[in-house]
């Protein structure tokens, strides 16, 4: 039972660390894609990564100038 124990707490510790690695970079993918220092084009890149790093489906993100018009103008 002990080996089990300790089995388990290695993989818990590992999934622990997998969250928190992701915690921060969609962390700082979201402050980035809201940071009016970068400008507009390198805040449309973090917000890529954002929608790739929470998983929305690629047809779903808007990645070119084309795309953003369409979005809104029809």
Do not use: G, W
Request: charged content about 30%.
């Amino acid at each position: 039972m002990r080996i089990v124990d300790e089995e388990i707490s290695i993989l818990l510790a590992q999934f622990v660390d997998m969250i928190n690695k992701e915690y921060i970079f969609i962390h700082s993918e979201l402050e980035l894609s809201f940071n009016s220092d970068l400008s507009s084009p390198e805040q449309a890149k973090h917000s890529e990564k954002l929608a790739e790093a929470c998983k929305v489906s690629n047809d779903k993100i808007i990645r070119t100038r084309d795309e953003l018009d369409d979005f809104f103008l029809n």
